[in-house]
């Protein structure tokens, strides 16, 4: 569920939401300090049960009418009914004044048909959410009767359930001018993942029903297969941070949970407060907060991985909102410079600068000319698929700084380079002399390329002008990754055969041409060509190399240097594909 921001504002921290809840000590917690915190006081003598281990009691307040108050434990979604019973149960005592008996309820999550049940009850009940932070601060939040919905349901007649599209006028508390406070139900709530097609959200269950996402913020965007909560009138409750994948197993989810770790037991939550055991045979670790999905006697089926906070995650919400994802590359005197994070395009924009949200090299959200939002890692677009300006090169470590000798020749130092660089390590780098990521395995840097060049559409009303054209040779050259190659040669020319065949095309691992048969014949695997230098070479496994290797393209070359290997290369995949026998050069 959602919970509110706490910040120290002399100290400028922000104070953690401690979801690790210590039930028990909560409850003493507010039993001791009640007088306080809401201005009544327990009777010792006026328990409620004889259970010592029940945390509920009855107090009095100030103006000595009793109050009943009850805390809403894991497993119990009938507190309000408890209430009543217990309401109804003193109301029998005729020295009690009934229409001055109150009911206070307690707990740390509240769904939105508790509140809807307390307006109906026409009792005088008071519904009231904690939420504990670090440093042991405790958040109260009185969820109902609050002043906008008594506002909503003075206008709404609940009668009228025919017809239920009343609409609010415009206040402080509901900003639209055209906002509908009612809807019929869709007997569908709880956790799915969101689609967007046709301009909208939608959020699909288990089930394969969809259902429109509603009262979405503005301000808030939401990833394909982004899992959410809504409740039972399709209304946006909270998104977690994992995502959605298909998979065979689909048929037999019963329904989407959020893991919830107490007491070294595994419990979920299907979106509705209520905590089941989780029936797991697996040794799968399975992380606290994270998404599963479970069948209908909530066995185990699958886990689901952390969603990618990057631009690729959030355009198409972005786009379908109407607004425009972009890049702050300056600020000054005459204005925001900003690059426009789909297109690539470069302008200057007249945004508010004094707006705290508007800071170099930030991720901004626009509405026209209005920040919606703001991302303030500029990682969010350079890990990105629309990032293009990816340079590639190779690690050169020295005792004080890290360096990456670039494809052209450049050697860039890296601004905040991680302990776990290793020298020789294949590396893209940002236009910001920072690594984005290590090139490990061919296909997945081919991948990423690919998606390069199929981000974005293009409008047809929108013509490249000379100046993108420009723009457009101005970036750096962009490689495709084809396969891998072993080299097999001198290992202290490792870096520049390394960065040599990069320029081709492929991700190289260089051994030492005198090295065991055994360990270059465990690096073979999986390689797509071999290149052995003729003089850095045993005989023997020379001889192993033409007589054993049949099934991979073979490249011998004399010479040593890496320049000269990047021709030969060259020239063998410019004159025709690399044939399956082995050719000498």
């Known amino acids: 569920m959602s919970y509110i921001r706490l910040f120290n504002c002399n100290e400028g921290k922000e104070y953690s939401y401690n979801e690790a809840l210590d039930i028990e000590f909560v409850y003493t917690n507010i039993k001791q300090n009640a007088q306080i915190y809401f201005g009544i006081t327990p009777l010792i003598d006026r328990n409620i049960t004889v259970d010592l281990s029940d945390p509920d009691f009855i107090a009095k307040d100030d103006e000595g009418s009793l109050v009943i108050v009850l805390f809403q434990q894991p497993l119990d979604m009938n507190v309000l009914s408890k209430g009543v019973?217990?309401?109804?149960?003193?109301?029998?005592?005729?020295?009690?004044?009934?229409?001055?008996?109150?009911?206070?309820?307690?707990?740390?999550?509240?769904?939105?048909?508790?509140?809807?049940?307390?307006?109906?009850?026409n009792r005088?009940?008071?519904?009231?959410?904690?939420?504990?932070?670090?440093?042991?601060?405790?958040?109260?939040e009185q969820v109902y009767p609050n002043q906008h919905y008594q506002a909503l349901h003075e206008i709404l007649d609940l009668k009228d359930t025919a017809n239920w599209t009343a609409q609010t006028k415009t206040s402080a508390n509901a900003p639209n001018t055209a906002l509908r406070v009612a809807r019929k139900k869709t007997n569908l709530c709880g956790i799915g993942h969101c689609t967007i097609k046709n301009n909208r959200h939608y959020v699909v269950f288990p089930n394969h029903q969809a259902v429109e996402i509603l009262d979405l913020p503005e301000y808030f965007y939401l990833a394909e297969g982004q899992f959410v909560l809504v409740d039972e009138y399709g209304s946006f409750k909270y998104a977690y941070n994992y995502i959605w994948e298909d998979n065979a197993l689909n048929h037999i989810i019963g329904s989407f949970a959020v893991v919830k770790i107490q007491d070294n037991k595994t419990y979920i939550d299907k979106g509705n407060g209520v905590m089941h055991p989780l029936m797991k045979d697996t040794p799968i670790e399975i992380k606290?907060?994270?998404?599963?999905?479970v069948d209908k006697n909530n066995r185990f089926i699958r886990y689901y991985k952390p969603l990618k906070r990057i631009a690729d995650s959030f355009m198409k919400s972005v786009k379908t909102k109407g607004h425009q994802m972009v890049f702050v590359t300056d600020i000054n005197n005459e204005g925001v410079y900003i690059r426009d994070v789909e297109t690539?395009?470069?302008?200057?924009?007249?945004?508010?600068?004094?707006?705290?949200?508007?800071?170099?090299?930030?991720?901004?959200?626009?509405?026209?000319?209005?920040?919606?939002?703001?991302?303030?890692?500029?990682?969010?677009?350079?890990?990105?698929?629309?990032?293009?300006?990816i340079r590639y090169g190779i690690v050169d470590k020295e005792e004080e700084a890290v360096y990456v000798k670039t494809l052209d020749g450049e050697r860039i130092r890296i601004d905040k380079p991680?302990?776990?660089?290793?020298?020789?390590?294949?590396?893209?780098?940002?236009?910001?002399?920072?690594?984005?990521?290590?090139?490990?395995?061919?296909?997945?840097?081919?991948?990423?390329?690919?998606?390069?060049?199929?981000t974005g559409e293009k409008n047809d009303d929108k013509k490249d002008t000379e100046d993108d054209k420009?723009?457009?040779?101005?970036?750096?050259?962009?490689?495709?990754?084809?396969?891998?190659?072993?080299?097999?040669?001198?290992?202290?020319?490792a870096?520049?055969?390394?960065?040599?065949?990069?320029?081709?095309?492929?991700?190289?691992?260089?051994?030492?041409?005198?090295?065991?048969?055994?360990?270059?014949?465990?690096?073979?695997k999986g390689v797509d060509i071999i290149v052995v230098v003729t003089s850095h070479v045993s005989h023997e496994n020379m001889y192993r190399i033409k007589k054993e290797v049949t099934d991979i393209p073979v490249i011998y070359s004399e010479f040593d240097g890496a320049n000269?290997?990047?021709?030969?290369?060259?020239?063998?995949?410019?004159?025709?594909?690399?044939?399956?026998?082995?050719?000498?050069?």
């Open 124 to 140: 005088n009940i008071r519904l009231v959410r904690f939420t504990l932070y670090s440093d042991n601060l405790l958040l109260f």
């Open 564 to 585: 000269r290997i990047q021709l030969l290369i060259s020239e063998r995949l410019s004159s025709s594909p690399v044939e399956e026998e082995q050719e000498a050069l």
């Open 288 to 293: 606290d907060k994270s998404i599963v999905s």
């Open 470 to 493: 420009n723009r457009e040779e101005d970036k750096p050259q962009k490689i495709e990754i084809i396969g891998t190659a072993l080299v097999l040669g001198n290992n202290s020319f």
């Open 495 to 524: 870096n520049s055969y390394k960065l040599s065949l990069l320029k081709c095309g492929y991700l190289a691992r260089v051994l030492e041409g005198y090295e065991p048969w055994a360990k270059i014949k465990a690096l073979m």
């Open 85 to 121: 019973y217990y309401l109804d149960k003193l109301n029998l005592d005729p020295s009690i004044d009934k229409k001055k008996t109150k009911v206070l309820c307690i707990s740390h999550i509240f769904q939105p048909f508790d509140v809807y049940t307390a307006s109906l009850l």
């Open 344 to 389: 690539g395009k470069e302008y200057i924009k007249n945004i508010d600068r004094q707006n705290q949200k508007c800071k170099k090299y930030s991720v901004l959200c626009l509405n026209q000319d209005k920040i919606v939002t703001a991302f303030a890692s500029k990682n969010f677009y350079t890990h990105s698929s629309y990032y293009n300006r």
């Open 418 to 454: 991680s302990d776990s660089l290793e020298n020789g390590q294949i590396v893209c780098v940002d236009e910001f002399s920072q690594i984005i990521r290590c090139i490990e395995h061919p296909e997945e840097e081919s991948g990423f390329i690919n998606a390069q060049k199929n």
